[in-house]
C-alpha cells in the first residue's frame, strides 16, 4: 500500500515517527470512502493500519484530489498533551495500566482476541445481525469466534497507539489471498474486527473466516467501509432473494445470502467503478430510490427492508 511507500520515503532509520493518511479507489467510486491511517510496527518490522470509515469521509478525500498525508512526528513524551495536572496523571496512569492488564485476561481477552470476543456474546444474546437483521443468531456464528481468530491472529503485542494498554488491534499475518488484483500474494491483514465480521459476514449470511479477512483487507487496500459495504450487500441480498432484482439487474451475480464469491466481486467492482457494484456503492438511500424508480420495487417493502440501514 502507499503508506509502505511513503513510510520508506520519509521515515528514514525512525518508520515509527512517520503517519500516513490515505485512502484508495473505492473512495473515489463510492460514498462510503475510508481512510487508512498507517503506524509502523516496530516488533514485525512492517507497516500496519487502523481505519476512519464512517461517513464517506475517505470519498472527500479522494474527491479532493488527495491520495496521501504524511506526517512526522517524534519525541513524544508523558505530557506532549500539556496535562492540566501531570502530578495525577503520573499516579493514574500506573493505575490503569495495571488495572487493565490484570481484568482483561479475566474478561474479555482484547489483547489475545481484540473485539472478535463479540462474537459469541451477541449471538448468545440474539443480536448478531444476520441476513440483513431479520435475525440475532445463527447456528453457524461460532464459525467467526474468537476461538477461531485466537489461532489466526499472529501472538504479539498490538498496540496501535504507544502506551495503549489494551493492545486490541490484531494481525492476521502471511495470509494468502485467493481472489482480486493481489491473488496468490501473501499479505498482512489488520483484523477483522467485530463490526466487519458482523456486517461483512453474519449480515449477509456468510460464516467463513478466511473469506472475512479476505473482505476486511481488500475493503482497507480500496478504502471502503466495511460496515457500510456489508449494510449495501445484505440490504441487498434480501431485496434479490425476494425476486425483486433479478441476474440481468445484478450483471450476473447470484446475489443470494451466504455467496461469499458475489460478496468479494461486488467489493473489486467498487473498487474499479464497474458493474453492480457502483449501484450498491452509492447506499442504501440511493438504492432505494433507484428500485423504485428504475425497478417499479414497492416502496413499502423497500422501507421495510432497508429502514435501519444508514448506509
Given at each position: ?88 496523571l503520573k499516579k493514574v ?38 441476513h440483513n437483521f431479520k ?177
Amino acid at each position: 500500500m502507499l503508506g509502505e511507500i511513503l513510510t520508506e520515503k520519509y521515515g528514514a532509520a525512525n518508520k515509527r515517527s512517520i503517519s500516513v493518511v490515505s485512502s484508495g479507489p473505492g473512495a473515489e467510486h463510492t460514498r462510503f470512502g475510508a481512510l487508512n491511517f498507517s503506524w509502523y510496527d516496530s516488533q514485525r518490522k512492517i507497516v500496519r493500519y487502523k481505519q476512519a470509515a464512517r461517513g464517506g469521509i475517505g470519498t472527500v478525500f479522494r474527491n479532493k484530489k488527495i491520495k496521501a498525508i504524511v506526517v512526522k512526528f517524534s519525541g513524544l513524551r508523558a505530557d506532549t498533551n500539556h496535562p492540566a495536572n501531570f502530578d495525577i496523571l503520573k499516579k493514574v496512569g500506573p493505575a490503569y495500566n495495571k488495572e487493565i492488564r490484570t481484568l482483561d485476561p479475566k474478561q474479555n481477552e482484547m489483547a489475545v482476541v481484540g473485539t472478535t470476543h463479540l462474537v459469541d456474546i451477541m449471538n448468545k444474546f440474539d443480536l448478531l445481525p444476520t441476513h440483513n437483521f431479520k435475525f440475532g443468531n445463527h447456528p453457524e456464528g461460532s464459525n467467526l469466534s474468537a476461538e477461531v481468530y485466537r489461532k489466526k491472529f499472529h501472538p504479539g503485542f498490538d498496540g496501535c497507539w504507544a502506551g495503549c494498554t489494551v493492545a486490541c488491534s490484531h494481525l492476521v499475518k502471511d495470509f494468502e489471498l485467493k481472489t482480486g488484483p493481489f491473488k496468490s500474494k501473501h499479505v498482512s491483514v489488520d483484523g477483522p474486527e467485530y463490526e466487519t465480521i458482523a456486517r461483512l459476514g453474519s449480515n449477509c449470511g456468510i460464516f467463513d473466516p478466511n473469506h472475512m479477512i479476505e473482505i476486511n483487507f481488500y475493503c482497507d487496500t480500496y478504502g471502503l467501509d466495511t460496515i457500510s459495504v456489508g449494510t449495501a450487500t445484505a440490504f441487498t441480498m434480501e431485496f434479490y432473494e425476494m425476486g425483486l432484482i433479478d441476474n440481468e439487474v445484478t450483471g450476473g451475480l447470484e446475489l443470494n445470502f451466504g455467496n461469499k464469491e458475489a460478496a468479494m466481486g461486488l467489493v473489486h467492482q467498487m473498487a474499479r467503478g464497474e458493474g453492480f457494484g457502483v449501484i450498491i456503492g452509492q447506499g442504501v438511500r440511493s438504492m432505494k430510490k433507484l428500485f423504485a424508480e428504475k425497478y417499479d420495487a414497492d416502496p413499502d417493502i423497500l422501507q421495510d427492508i432497508g429502514w435501519k440501514q444508514r448506509a
